[in-house]
């Protein structure tokens, strides 16, 4: 009987000291337990948040996209949104594959900074075409958008390519993103740049509201009323959701 117990402690010990190569546990208090059931869960919100960008791109889509510039924008910032999905989807099956893992945490840090980016051109837009009078900006301008595009797409890219290079993507409890080890990458090219962003996204909204309200009274078409209103809805939204993710 002796033996036994002897045997069996020592199998828990050997299971125990495999756990740090799947789950750091030291990184984290969360339990392998806890684990099974986050993952479904942040699984069906993935899939949720993939339906929802799938509906708004047909409506984008369907609201002159080629002619005005504020769709298009809205349109990209959905794609970001829809491949930080993706990054939660891959990370389901990232836990014990690290191929799957390091494209999930590639996916992610991506996505999220660069669907900050876009939301923060896209007040730079709001800014320009209904605070400034810029009414040329409701059309296409394809300078514009290559800049956007440049800061927007660019710099999420050269973190990432930073990130790889260090062999930085990985286990993350309880994600699959920039690993433990390596957290000064995760505070210099993640969370610095993302409270920089989103620092910025408040002042220009609170300026927006401030520069429309005082004296200047909105005198436009009642399509461009509803464009602003519509346009402040969804930056607001957007703040609110997306300040989780700075934390």
């Known amino acids: 009987w002796y033996q036994r117990r002897v045997r069996a402690l020592q199998k828990v010990q050997e299971d125990m000291s495999l756990l740090p190569s799947v789950v750091p546990t030291s990184a984290s208090s969360i339990t392998p337990a806890q684990l099974d059931v986050l993952h479904p869960i942040t699984l069906a919100c993935a899939l949720l948040s993939m339906i929802a960008s799938i509906i708004v791109f047909s409506g984008v889509l369907w609201v002159e996209f080629r002619r005005t510039f504020g769709p298009n924008l809205i349109f990209i910032i959905n794609f970001c949104d829809f491949m930080a999905a993706v990054g939660h989807i891959l990370n389901h099956f990232g836990r014990n594959n690290p191929s799957a893992c390091s494209a999930a945490g590639f996916v992610l840090q991506f996505g999220y900074l ?134």
């Not at 409701?138 to 050269?158: D, M, T």
């Not at 464009?227 to 989780?244: G, T």
Request: net charge positive; charged share 15%.
């Open 114 to 247: 660069a669907s900050h980016l876009w939301m923060a051109c896209f007040q730079h837009y709001v800014f320009e075409a209904f605070v400034r009078k810029k009414k040329k900006l409701l059309l296409v301008k394809w300078p514009y958008l290559l800049v956007y595009s440049l800061i927007s797409f660019g710099f999420p890219l050269i973190t990432c390519f930073i990130i790889i290079s260090h062999n930085g993507f990985g286990i993350s409890v309880p994600w699959c993103w920039i690993k433990d080890s390596e957290k000064t990458y995760r505070l210099i090219l993640y969370y610095v740049p993302l409270f920089m962003i989103y620092s910025y996204q408040v002042a220009m909204y609170l300026i927006i509201c401030i520069s429309i309200n005082r004296g200047q009274p909105f005198k436009q078409k009642i399509r461009s009323h509803i464009s602003y209103k519509i346009s402040s809805l969804l930056i607001v939204a957007f703040l609110i959701l997306r300040l989780p993710s700075i934390f």
